[in-house]
């Protein structure tokens, strides 16, 4: 009699451990079931906020960004060329034109049609020979240009944002751009840092802040 008690007694245990294991793993699979959709709300959330509002990154279009302020056209106005070196501003032109050609989501467009205005001055090519400082080529500077820029919206007259000290330096990592991009007369390293000041103010085209 004893050992049916004992043995119902284990029964029982093992029925209740059983049922103990069976409810905590349901309460698991609900926590991470909940905390998975949670993660994934989130995920949904933030790629939503990203697309409507992109604030300082870049406003998407498949695969080319947009310009800012929904304008379709641009002008490039002519480069002021304040530095030492002749040529700058046409190597300039070409460089940021052929950046452009490649997004089919902007439209080059006169100055006096286009919906924004772009304005760029270089204001100092500092070299080896002139400008910079023996500190800077003893740590590898080749080359520092520094420009400034304004991005004019036409139809509101309103300036979209403008960059007062653009800054592209070019050290002894760098590689050398090999391919001449103008008639000009420019070192390989020279050609190099205006392609990357190019690339700084096409980048900074399409961001909104």
Sequence with gaps: MDSRRIVSSLQKTRHISSQANLQNFKQFSVEFLLKTRIFFLHCFIGITLLLLFPGCGYVLEGSNPVLPNE???LA??????QTFKAGLETDLSQQLNRLLRSNSSVKMASSGTADLRLSISLLNLKTNSSGLSNEQISTGTKAIIQ???????SR???K???????EV?????????TDTVSNFSLSGNIRELIRRFATKIYDRLFTTF
């Design 160 to 166: 979209v944002w403008e960059e007062t000290m653009l």
């Design 71 to 73: 304008a379709r056209t």
């Design 76 to 81: 490039i106005l002519p480069i002021q060329n």
């Design 156 to 158: 509101t007259g309103k």
């Design 169 to 177: 330096k070019l050290n002894e990592a760098g590689e050398n751009e």
């Design 147 to 153: 420009g400034k820029a304004v991005l004019e919206d």
